[in-house]
Nanobody
Framework: QVQLVESGGGLVQDGGSLRLSCAAS????????MGWYRQATGKERELVAM???????TYTDSVKGRFTISRDNAKKTVDLQMNSLKPDDTAVYYC???????????????WGQGTQVTVSS
């Protein structure tokens, strides 16, 4: 059983900063990519940032230059540092990890429970 547990959401003012963290645990053989999606009310879930096990990163255009994703492979964690936050960043943020649990199962995406980020104007 694989679990992803997130922390670090909350309420912040326009221009403020927050740091989200996510830790994976359980039966994990290999973690490929890890990252963060978000879903605002009435909108579809969108990729915010991802980081591959090689260290290469991808960001959605709206967060480039403001958000930084990082991971610790030994600890199986992924963090998202969010600076210069805007009201449009308000959403539930979900951590994901693409994990191989061993055997013949292949890779699957696992998700955290979500953490609310609210940016007030």
């Amino acid at each position: 059983q694989v679990q992803l547990v997130e922390s670090g959401g909350g309420l912040v003012q326009d221009g403020g900063s927050l740091r989200l963290s996510c830790a994976a645990s359980g039966r994990i053989f290999v973690i490929n990519s890890m990252g963060w999606y978000r879903q605002a009310t009435g909108k579809e879930r969108e990729l915010v940032a991802m980081i591959r096990n090689s260290g290469t990163t991808t960001y959605t255009d709206s967060v480039k230059g403001r958000f930084t994703i990082s991971r610790d492979n030994a600890k199986k964690t992924v963090d998202l540092q969010m600076n210069s936050l805007k009201p449009d960043d308000t959403a539930v943020y979900y951590c994901y990890a693409n994990i191989h649990v061993g055997g013949y199962s292949g890779y699957s995406n696992y998700w955290g429970q979500g953490t609310q980020v609210t940016v007030s104007s």
